[in-house]
Structures are given as C-alpha cells and as structure tokens.
C-alpha cells in the first residue's frame, strides 16, 4: 500500500516561513486528492489544505492566503508552503490520500495512508 513521509516540520520563529513536505512511496500523487491535517494538543484534527486530481486547490479558512498546497509529479511528492507563522497553527501536521468520497473533507474522516507527521512550533 502507498507509504507517506512528512518532513520538514521545525521550530520557527512567527511570522516565518515553512515548507512541508509529503513523500509519496508510488507515482501516485497526481492521480489522487490530496490532504494536509494538523493536531494539536487538545484539539480536534483539523482539514489544513486539499489539492485534488484534477488540480483544484481548498484551503481552511484559518490558512487561506498564508499556506500554499501544491505537488510535483516528477519527485511523487506533496509540499505545504507555509507563510506568516501564528501560535495557533503549532501541531503535527500529516498528509493523507483521500479514500472515501461525500461530505467535508475538513475532517479527515475519508482519508487513509496517514504519515507518521511532523511537527511545527510556533515560537510566540
């Protein structure tokens, strides 16, 4: 089955700057949609970014104009550009491959191939 591997998560300063990204272990990544979610302590899972197949982006309101989801065929891989850091957005942050159609996708409930994620500090 596909594997994913997030990485790039760090400690960042706020209103800094980070990429994600999401390595995808088959040539499966523009065929498919998708996800970025977070966690954070406390906190329900939370639907980040989506990028379907057809290439149509979806943001959360809480990142829209600050997090850029994109993906490259040639390295199989997902990135989640994010800019101008909060405290808020500090959680673990996983992508996903969506398995399941109808509903929101905010939740994360029709998506499977979760990664071990990676974590993003906000420092104030």
């Known amino acids: 089955q596909v594997q994913l591997v997030e990485s790039g998560g760090g400690s960042v300063q706020a209103g800094g700057s980070l990429r994600l990204s999401c390595a995808a272990s088959?040539?499966?990544?523009?065929?498919?949609?998708w996800g970025w979610f977070r966690r954070a302590p406390g906190k329900e899972r939370e639907g980040v970014a989506l990028?379907?197949?057809?290439?149509?982006?979806y943001y959360a309101d809480s990142v829209k104009g600050r997090f850029t989801i994109s993906r490259d065929a040639a390295k199989n891989t997902l990135y989640l550009q994010m800019g101008s850091l909060k405290p808020e957005d500090t959680a673990m942050y996983y992508c996903?491959?969506?398995?399941?159609?109808?509903?929101?996708?905010?939740?994360?409930?029709?998506?499977?191939?979760w990664g071990q994620g990676t974590q993003v500090t906000d420092s104030s």
């Open positions: 996903a491959l969506r398995v399941r159609y109808g509903g929101s996708w905010l939740d994360g409930s029709n998506f499977g191939g």
């Open positions: 088959r040539y499966i990544i523009n065929n498919m949609d």
């Open positions: 990028i379907t197949s057809g290439g149509s982006l």
